[in-house]
C-alpha cells in the first residue's frame, strides 16, 4: 500500500508551516507597534496612558492588564481597569479592522462634570423666564437622550464588569454588570447596578429588541424604604421602538404596554436629540385602589398604600419638555372616576374627622405639632372670624386658583416644571392650597418624587370623596400652617406679630403675615435690625396687592405704593428688635383696606 499519496506534499506542509509561523510571530510583532499606536492616540488628547502588560493574540485580540490613564497636565487620574480586551474583526470587504467586541472588568473613570461651578449654584429666581434649563439638567437630559440614541445595532458586543463612574452629574453610581449581545439581526442587552440619588438605589434590567423593532423586557428598582431597608418595585415591557438617527429621534409606538406590577398602561413618545426634548403620552384604564397598593411598594405609597377606596377610574396624561425651552413644557392629566367613593375602613389617614372638630397632627421639619381646630381652643378661628385682607391675600400669593380647581393645578404644574428646569432643582413648587394642607397634615416636607405623587393623588381624594368645601378646606389651612417659630394658624401669628385678632389686620399687617408663608423659619429676614420693612419685602407686598386688585379682591384705589407699606411689630416678635417702640401705634392711611368679595 503506497502511504505517500495520504501524506500532505511539500507545498502543503510549507503553507501549513508559513500560517504556524505567521500565527505564533504576528501578534508578536504587533504589539510594539499597538503599544505605540495607543500610547500616541492618548498623547493626542492630553493623556498619559500606562499598563502592567499589554498582549496581542490570534485573531487579533488586544488585552491590557493593570491600565491607567491620566490627564497630562496635572496628572489626575481619569481611568483605572483591571482588564480590558479588544477584539478586531473584518468590516466587510474594507481592509480597516472594526471592533467586535470590548471586554472590560473592574473599572473606575472620573469624568469631569459637564456642569462648572458657576453652573451649580443656579436658583429659581435668578434664572430668567424664557431662559435654557439649568446646566446640570441639560447635562442629565443629554446623557440620557444620546444613551437612548446610540446605534445599538452597530455597536461591538459588550462584557463590563465592576464600573464605577465618578462624576457629579452622572445618572449611575456603579455599574456592576453590562452586556451587550447581538442575536439574529437584534440584540440583547442587560445591565445591573445603582442610580446616583440621594440613596442609591440599585437596579437591574434586561430587554430585548428585535429586528422587526419590537423591544421586550424587564427592569427591577430597589426603592429605599426608611427602616425596612429597601422594597422592590418591577416593570415590564412589551411594544415597539424605533430609532431615526439621521433625525436624532427614538419613537415608543403606540400600543406599547408598560405594565408596574398588576397594573398595565399605553404609552407612546419621541426623544428628540434636538433640546433635548421628552414626549411621553400615557393612559391607563380601570384602575383600582387595591390594584396600586399591590403593585406599588409602601415606600412609593406612603400614606397611600392603607387608603381605602371602592370603585374604579382611568388615568390619562401627557408631557412635552423641552429642555432648551423650558417654559414650552406642557402637562395634561385627566381623571375619569367610576363609582369612587372612600370605604368604611378607617385609615390612619382618618379623612372624615376633617369635617368636624379634630386635633391637628401639623408635619413641620423634624417634628410633629398638634393643634386642637375646635372652640376648646381660644386660638382657633372659623373662616369669618379671619380678615378678608389676610384670607386673599394668601389665596393671591398661594393659590389663585383655588376655588376654580379641584385639588391639582395643571397650569401651576406646567409653570412650577419650567421654574425648575431652570433652576436644576426643587425651587418651585405647584403646591395648591389643598396639596399645602395634605402636606402639612400628612406627609411633612421631604422634596421627592414619590412624596409630591402622593401629595397630588390625596389632594385629588380630599377635593372630591371627602364632600369637604372649599371654604372648610381654606378654614383648615389658615389654622394650621406655619408663621414663625411654634407659631400656627392666623391666631397665634397675629398675637405673636401685632398682638390684635386676625380679624383686626391692617392691609399692612396682613400681607406682612402673606409674605412670610413661603418661609417662615426666616421671618426676621423680611426687617432690619430696627424692625422696619426691607425694601424687598415692602416690593413683594405690592406686588401681591397689585394681583389681589387684578382678582377683585381689592379696590385698584386701595393698592399703595410699595414704599408706602409700613408695620409696627408688636409683642413676642416686637422683643427681638425694638422694644421701646413696641407699643406705638401703626400707621394707617383711610380707605387702604377696601376688600370686594
Avoid: C
Avoid at 437622550?145 to 449611575?172: C, H, M, Y
Avoid at 426634548?277 to 398604600?305: C, I, T
Avoid at 393645578?409 to 436644576?424: C, K, P, V
Avoid at 416678635?573 to 377696601?594: I, K, L, M
Amino acid at each position: 500500500m503506497n502511504l505517500e499519496r495520504f501524506l500532505p506534499s511539500r507545498r502543503v506542509l510549507i503553507a501549513a508551516a508559513a500560517l504556524l509561523a505567521l500565527v505564533v510571530v504576528l501578534p508578536w510583532l504587533i504589539e510594539p507597534l499597538a503599544a505605540s499606536r495607543l500610547r500616541a492616540m492618548l498623547h493626542g488628547r492630553g493623556l498619559d496612558g500606562r499598563w502592567q502588560k499589554l498582549t496581542v493574540s490570534w485573531p487579533l485580540v488586544v488585552e491590557l492588564r493593570g491600565l491607567t490613564v491620566d490627564r497630562e497636565a496635572d496628572r489626575a487620574r481619569l481611568v483605572s481597569a483591571k482588564r480590558v480586551q479588544v477584539a478586531l474583526g473584518a468590516r466587510g470587504l474594507s481592509w480597516k479592522p472594526r471592533i467586535s467586541s470590548v471586554i472590560l472588568d473592574d473599572a473606575h473613570f472620573t469624568l469631569p462634570s459637564r456642569v462648572s461651578k458657576e453652573d451649580s449654584i443656579d436658583t429659581a429666581d435668578d434664572a430668567p423666564n424664557g431662559g435654557p434649563a439649568a446646566a446640570r439638567v441639560r447635562a442629565a437630559a443629554q446623557q440620557l437622550a444620546d444613551a437612548l440614541l446610540l446605534p445599538a445595532r452597530r455597536l461591538p458586543q459588550l462584557k463590563l464588569t465592576g464600573i464605577a463612574v465618578q462624576r457629579g452629574d452622572s445618572l449611575f453610581a456603579r455599574i456592576d454588570a453590562l452586556t451587550l449581545t447581538h442575536k439574529a439581526g437584534g440584540l440583547q442587552f442587560a445591565v445591573a447596578g445603582s442610580l446616583r440619588a440621594e440613596r442609591a438605589i440599585p437596579f437591574d434590567v434586561a430587554l430585548e429588541w428585535g429586528r422587526d423593532d419590537r423591544l421586550t423586557g424587564r427592569a427591577g428598582f430597589q426603592i429605599p424604604d426608611g427602616e425596612r431597608g429597601s422594597a422592590p418595585l418591577a416593570l415590564t415591557i412589551d411594544g415597539g421602538v424605533s430609532q431615526d438617527r439621521r433625525t436624532g429621534m427614538l419613537r415608543v409606538a403606540k400600543g406599547t404596554h408598560v405594565s408596574v406590577g398588576r397594573s398595565d398602561m399605553r404609552v407612546s413618545g419621541e426623544v428628540h436629540r434636538k433640546g433635548p426634548r421628552f414626549q411621553m403620552a400615557l393612559e391607563v384604564d380601570q384602575l383600582s385602589a387595591q390594584e396600586v397598593q399591590r403593585s406599588l411598594p409602601r415606600a412609593v405609597l406612603g400614606p397611600l398604600a392603607d387608603l381605602d377606596v371602592k370603585g374604579s377610574w382611568d388615568w390619562h396624561a401627557s408631557l412635552d419638555v423641552n429642555v432648551a425651552e423650558p417654559d414650552s413644557t406642557r402637562f395634561t392629566a385627566d381623571v375619569i372616576p367610576h363609582g369612587l367613593q372612600l370605604g368604611q375602613n378607617d385609615t390612619p389617614l382618618r379623612l372624615g374627622r376633617l369635617s368636624g372638630p379634630f386635633v391637628a397632627e401639623i408635619h413641620v421639619p423634624r417634628a410633629i405639632v398638634y393643634r386642637d381646630l375646635s372652640d376648646a381652643n381660644p386660638n382657633y378661628r372659623p373662616i369669618d372670624r379671619i380678615s378678608p385682607l389676610l384670607r386673599y391675600g394668601l389665596l393671591t400669593n398661594e393659590d389663585g386658583g383655588f376655588y376654580r380647581h379641584r385639588g391639582f393645578n395643571t397650569e401651576a404644574i406646567q409653570l412650577a416644571m419650567a421654574a425648575n428646569l431652570r433652576a436644576g432643582s426643587f425651587k418651585r413648587g405647584a403646591g395648591t392650597i389643598t396639596m399645602q394642607l395634605v402636606r402639612n397634615l400628612f406627609l411633612g416636607h421631604q422634596r421627592t418624587l414619590s412624596r409630591k405623587g402622593q401629595e397630588v393623588v390625596l389632594a385629588w381624594v380630599i377635593e372630591h370623596l371627602t364632600g369637604l368645601s372649599k371654604d372648610r378646606l381654606l378654614e383648615i389651612y389658615l389654622n394650621i400652617i406655619e408663621w414663625g417659630p411654634g407659631v400656627h394658624g392666623a391666631s397665634e401669628a397675629s398675637r405673636f406679630y401685632f398682638d390684635k385678632s386676625p380679624d383686626d389686620l391692617t392691609l399692612d399687617e396682613a400681607l406682612f403675615l402673606v409674605v412670610l408663608v413661603p418661609s417662615p423659619s426666616r421671618w426676621r429676614t423680611r426687617v432690619d435690625a430696627q424692625g422696619e420693612l426691607r425694601p424687598w419685602a415692602r416690593a413683594q407686598m405690592a406686588f401681591i396687592a397689585r394681583k389681589m386688585a387684578g382678582h377683585g379682591w381689592l379696590a385698584p384705589e386701595a393698592v399703595p405704593d410699595a414704599m408706602a407699606f409700613r408695620v409696627t411689630l408688636r409683642g413676642a416678635a416686637a422683643r427681638v428688635f425694638a422694644p421701646a417702640d413696641s407699643t406705638a401705634e401703626p400707621a394707617t392711611t383711610p380707605g387702604r383696606e377696601t376688600v370686594h368679595f
